[in-house]
């Protein structure tokens, strides 16, 4: 069973979300956050991204950039730019992308359940991504930037969830990038009882997205263990900040791989070797796969479509994804690409850049791109039910969640 309950929120004080609201911290580069803060200086990525507020001569892990985070967050609690609920609450956060809406639930995770694997992970973390989110987590004493939780659809929740959406949003707003944020309290005794006892009878929550904003906040509340070693379990340090959604509501993009030479093939004995691993037709111009085991490549000014043959289809969890065979199939015996988390030949290209970004990356600086069909919310969940690691860049999320709309004080 999952342990799922309504925290004292620190939001943004009327008509400031729509300024504060910022893209999770992990987007940008250095160069980007300070652009960000320079056009924008309510945003939220100040906080999360405080060396924006430092001269380059400042190390981002430079303990005074968590120090001036924190300074940052609590003076402008004190300014009255957020306030803080009187009682612990759900919240709705409903994201509208293209005419596509998904709509999770803001609560408060168990860091039990995350050690214990009632909810699960499907990548592995690097200490080192880490070790910068515990620094500002702990130094903020706050958690700003919710994980992105799933879970399989259950009908009370989904009940509650339609029942609040028929009154008023705390915001609504679309942000520049065209996504449309509104954001519901649930407030009533009654509904949240509902959504605790409905989340208790869940056996498995899923990480979609955020595993080092978990790991940190985990590795944050079992070092207050620690330090306070007659804890009850009720603080707040033994949760942290998630936002759930039904698996019914989610999207995930492509994420495709450009390779920047061929190794040791030209480009015409390279098209004979994908032949010979592949089922291969050329296309007439640009295209995305329709289907699990189709890939489609962009060599030489050419699309084609790859087909999967039968005899190298897996039902295994991981090795039957597309971009496990991708890498396995090709990436690795051909072009001596072992592992592409460190091979600084490969590059991975969000579907949210579209099909035409590929076609860009070969003009400037590859020479192939693999265009892939989309990982499924259901092959992500039997990984992680096998408890298996996905490939890297295996999942795209759209809309990303935006940080500074919910915090959760420790």
Not at 58 to 83: Q, R, S
Not at 113 to 138: F, G, L, M, P
Not at 328 to 338: C, E, H, S, W
Request: aromatic fraction near 10%.
């Amino acid at each position: 069973m999952a342990t799922i309950r309504p925290f004292l929120c620190i939001r943004p004080s009327e008509g400031k979300a729509a300024k504060i609201a910022a893209l999770p911290y992990d987007v940008y580069n250095r160069k980007e956050a300070k652009e960000v803060v320079a056009k924008n200086p309510d945003s939220f990525l100040k906080i999360d991204r405080a060396e924006t507020q430092f001269d380059d001569s400042v190390d981002t892990y430079d303990p005074c950039v968590y120090k001036k985070a924190h300074d940052i967050l609590w003076k402008m609690v004190e300014d009255g730019d957020f306030i803080q609920e009187d009682k612990p609450c759900y919240y709705i956060y409903e994201l509208t992308m293209d005419g596509r809406v998904q709509t999770g639930i803001v609560a408060c995770a168990s860091i039990d359940d995350y050690v214990s694997e009632v909810i699960k992970k499907h990548e592995n973390t690097r200490a080192e991504k880490e070790a910068d989110r515990i620094h500002h987590v702990d130094t903020c004493n706050a958690q700003t930037g919710p994980i992105f939780l799933a879970y399989r659809a259950n009908d009370i929740i989904r009940q509650v969830v339609k029942d609040t959406k028929e009154g008023t949003p705390l915001y609504d707003f679309i942000s520049d990038d065209g996504i449309r944020h509104r954001v519901f309290r649930i407030d009533a005794a009654e509904d949240i009882t509902k959504i605790q006892n409905a989340f208790a009878k869940i056996q498995e929550i899923y990480i979609a997205d955020g595993h080092h904003r978990a790991a940190s906040a985990v590795k944050v509340g079992l070092m207050r263990r620690e330090q306070n070693p007659s804890y009850t379990g009720e603080e707040e340090f033994n949760y942290f900040l998630s936002v759930l959604f039904p698996d019914e509501e989610l999207m995930i993009m492509d994420y495709n791989r450009v390779v920047k030479d061929l190794g040791a093939y030209n480009e015409d004995t390279f098209l004979e070797k994908v032949k010979e691993i592949f089922s291969v037709e050329e296309l007439s111009g640009a295209k995305k796969p329709e289907e699990k085991g189709k890939i489609t490549m962009y060599l030489a000014d050419k699309w084609y479509e790859l087909t999967i043959k039968a005899q190298d289809r897996s039902e295994d969890p991981v090795e039957g994804l597309d971009v496990s065979l991708l890498q396995n199939l090709l990436l690795d015996p051909v072009l001596g690409i072992k592992d592409p988390k460190t091979d600084a030949r490969i590059d991975f290209v969000g579907g949210i850049r579209g099909i035409h970004e590929l076609e860009r990356r070969v003009a400037e600086d590859c020479q192939v791109a693999f265009a892939m069909y989309p990982t499924s919310i259901q092959e992500l969940f039997a990984v992680a039910d096998a408890n298996r690691l996905m490939p890297p860049k295996s999942t795209w999320f759209e809309p990303k969640l935006r940080s500074g709309l919910f915090i959760h004080e420790l």
